[in-house]
């Protein structure tokens, strides 16, 4: 967990000067039980008005300044831990978009929301209570063991028996919670997942009428997650009522060893009241102290689980020789027997792949499902690497170009049409932050969207709900290919995005493209034959294989697989 402090070293003054006021109301603190034993033994006993007063006044004086102290601390400390937060909040998302897609699925999306979220708030609360009570608990609770053995070496032992007892109470619940808040953090990562799951689903959870059981399943996550946090809480719970009872045994034990002393002269009334309040602010204390240790518990399973990101190397990152670019001679796009697996233990997604894709050219991409098209595209911004052979971009080595540089020449259209929360313009500013007006209507109008969009009451400021949940499957892909190709990229990719749109809009949008992006390179991955038979050169893949290229007449001619799909589409259009 320390190693995270490194992030908080912006507010070194605010946790130095914290803890330092906290110190100084403690020792105001541990003074005021002599002063009240004076009050009694001096002022009281002997009808002393004056001195009453003035040990009063005192007690006053040192209690508001002790209140001005505390005050002073909690600033600081509000200040420390929410700016402590932040900053490690920037560095972990700083972290995660510098991360692959690779390590991005390893990790998943819920358990990195839970960890931005959840555990990032566990350590800002456990730096507050770093700064407000770290020092002040363990320096009244060893003050108040020396403060009696000030008053009476005696009674003194009393307090120093109570300490290693407490000991051992606080080694067993810390022992036992720790595993177990690390498990609780687990749980609740499932939580997360299984309600993102059927929030971002539930049109086909009604549609598939899966309600009952989808209910059957977030009913026995959370009965999971509510079973080993009862089990936790209540291992945790024990720690105040043992420290108590040790603590009433304790004064217990003054109060009859006191009374045995006073009645022989030992001890004076006001000293057994001062040492009364010592085990009390003592007992206080180390409530505080088992408290803490349940709050540092949690935040140590939580820092784990936040260093566990911070520390992943990326995979993909900038090449050193990242600006030793090519002469810009040679354009396009040039995969030189590429192959590429998911994982080091898995099997081949792409197999020797050779491809020329010249610039200002279409690429149409076809084949059976899962077989590789959309893995394939994903290789060309580096999104992943490839694991064997080369992928060239303009003469270069896509592992020499600048990431950022890189994919500004590329927009890409995924399978799943994704919209941002805000308004159309915003959207489409995605793909060009200074877009104007025009701009953006232009880009609607190759998109052919312009129409849909002007028909509505709000035009380019209309709301967009999330995910665009508002619209249409085929308004999204339309508004998604508008905000990729709004700045006129060298190479525009085309998931699968046409397919929602009938097959007029489709040939329509096409015509558009190669009207208004001359000098655009094209990737069309497309089931429908009709949308890329027109393409410069069709890729066929099957099985992460290159089975087929060339133009529509030529795989008709030469390749059985492109001839199977083609005569499959004809089927169902005769049907």
């Given at each position: 967990m320390f190693n995270l402090l490194t992030y908080a070293k912006k507010y070194r003054k605010q946790i130095i000067l914290g803890p330092f006021f906290k110190f100084l109301e403690a020792c105001f603190e541990l003074v005021l039980p002599l002063f009240m034993a004076r009050l009694v033994d001096q002022g009281i006993r002997n009808n002393d008005r004056a001195y009453v007063i003035q040990m009063a006044g005192w007690m006053l004086l040192m209690s508001v300044i002790g209140l001005v102290c505390v005050m002073i601390c909690q600033y600081y400390a509000s200040i420390a831990s929410q700016g402590f937060g932040t900053e490690l909040r920037n560095q972990l998302m700083k972290k995660i978009n510098q991360l692959s897609h690779a390590e991005l699925n390893s990790f998943g999306t819920d358990t990195l929301i839970t960890r931005m979220t959840n555990d990032i708030n566990q350590l800002q609360l456990a730096l507050a209570m770093l700064i407000r009570l770290v020092i002040r608990a363990p320096f009244l609770s060893i003050g108040s063991v020396i403060m009696a053995f000030y008053i009476n070496v005696q009674m003194g032992l009393i307090f120093l028996l109570m300490l290693p007892i407490f000991c051992l109470i606080l080694y067993f619940i810390i022992k036992t919670t720790v595993p177990l808040y690390k498990k609780v953090q687990e749980k609740l990562d499932l939580l997360n997942r299984q309600i993102s799951q059927n929030l971002s689903g539930v049109r086909?959870?009604?549609?598939?009428?899966?309600?009952?059981?989808?209910?059957?399943?977030?009913?026995?996550?959370?009965?999971?997650?509510?079973?080993?946090?009862?089990?936790?809480?209540?291992?945790?719970?024990?720690?105040?009522?043992?420290?108590t009872l040790v603590m009433n045994l304790g004064i217990l034990a003054l109060l009859y060893l006191g009374g045995i002393k006073v009645?022989?002269?030992?001890?004076?009334?006001?000293?057994?009241?001062?040492?009364?309040?010592?085990?009390?602010?003592?007992?206080?204390?180390?409530?505080?102290?088992?408290?803490l240790v349940i709050i540092f518990t949690r935040a140590s399973a939580s820092a784990s689980r936040v260093s566990e990101v911070l520390a992943v190397v990326p995979s993909i990152t900038p090449s050193e020789n990242s600006g030793n670019l090519a002469d810009g001679q040679t354009k396009g796009i040039l995969f030189d027997h590429v192959s590429f697996r998911y994982q080091a233990d898995a099997g081949l997604a792409l197999t020797d792949i050779s491809l020329n894709i010249p610039a200002n050219s279409v690429l149409g991409i076809t084949g059976p499902t899962g077989g590789g098209k959309s893995t394939l595209t994903q290789l060309i911004p580096r999104f992943y690497d490839t694991s064997e052979g080369n992928l060239f971009v303009d003469g270069t080595n896509v592992r020499d170009w600048p990431i950022e540089k890189l994919r500004k020449k590329i927009a890409i259209t995924p399978q799943t049409a994704v919209l941002f929360t805000g308004t159309i313009r915003e959207n489409l500013q995605w793909g060009k932050e200074n877009a104007t007006d025009e701009e953006c209507w232009q880009a609607l109008e190759t998109a052919q969207c312009k129409e849909f969009v002007e028909n509505l009451s709000d035009g380019l400021d209309t709301k967009v709900y999330e995910s665009g949940k508002n619209f249409s499957g085929g308004q999204k892909q339309r508004l998604t290919i508008a905000r990729a190709l709004i700045h006129k990229p060298d190479v525009l990719i085309l998931d699968d995005s046409l397919s929602a749109l009938d097959y007029q809009t489709d040939l329509n949008l096409r015509k558009a493209l190669r009207h208004d992006l001359k000098e655009t390179t094209l990737i069309l991955i497309s089931?429908?034959?009709?949308s890329i038979q027109q393409a410069n050169q069709i890729l066929v893949l099957a099985s992460g294989k290159q089975v087929g290229l060339g133009t529509h007449e030529e795989l008709l001619r030469d390749s059985k697989d492109y001839q199977e799909i083609v005569a499959s589409q004809e089927e169902e259009n005769e049907s």
């Open positions: 086909v959870i009604r549609a598939f009428a899966r309600k009952q059981m989808e209910e059957k399943h977030v009913n026995k996550v959370t009965d999971d997650l509510s079973s080993i946090y009862i089990r936790v809480s209540n291992i945790s719970a024990l720690l105040t009522p043992a420290t009645e022989i002269g030992g001890l004076q009334q006001g000293e057994v009241l001062a040492l009364i309040n010592y085990m009390n602010q003592m007992l206080l204390a180390l409530i505080v102290v088992s408290n089931q429908r034959i009709s």
